[in-house]
């Protein structure tokens, strides 16, 4: 797991990025490191911490370790898929296995997302993601759930 650092120029800065409504500590699952770049630029701009793994049980064994506000979870991973950490994530006991999941994923189909609601992902956004987007989701489920770390206060 990384944390994140702001650097300049890894967002497009033709666009001003405002802070988003809620700061939040988010964990994305992404196994793409051209993925993980652009959306970690993203969120970071945005004002939110974020922590990167490559598949889903390092997601598991994240969520047990520190407390997160949020979940972007890839769907198609090695080692273990987004829709099995996911289910995993929810069998946790407590506060850890409510964290908020959203998938992030090129599978959009109405289908595919009635997979993901039913594995117990919150919401989903659509790869390749637009900016606006994806922040417009983080804040909705944020909005929807009491943020558990202390980044958010």
Do not use: W
Not at 95 to 122: D, K, S, W
């Amino acid at each position: 797991m990384r944390a994140a650092d702001a650097r300049p120029g890894q967002a497009d800065a033709s666009k001003p990025i405002a802070l988003a409504a809620q700061r939040a500590r988010v964990l994305l699952a992404e196994d793409n490191p051209i993925n993980q770049e652009i959306a970690r630029a993203v969120l970071v701009a945005a004002g939110h911490m974020v922590d990167v793994v490559d598949d889903g049980a390092q997601a598991v064994a994240a969520v047990q370790r520190e407390a997160y506000d949020l979940i972007l979870m890839d769907v198609q991973m090695p080692v273990m898929d987004g829709l099995t950490a996911c289910e995993r994530i929810r069998g946790l006991f407590g506060p850890l296995g409510q964290v908020p999941i959203v998938a992030l994923t090129a599978n959009v189909l109405p289908h595919q997302v009635e997979q993901f609601r039913a594995a117990g992902m919150n919401d989903h956004v659509g790869k390749p993601f637009k900016r606006e987007t994806l922040l417009a989701v983080i804040d909705r489920v944020l909005g929807q759930f009491r943020p558990t770390s202390q980044s958010a206060a």
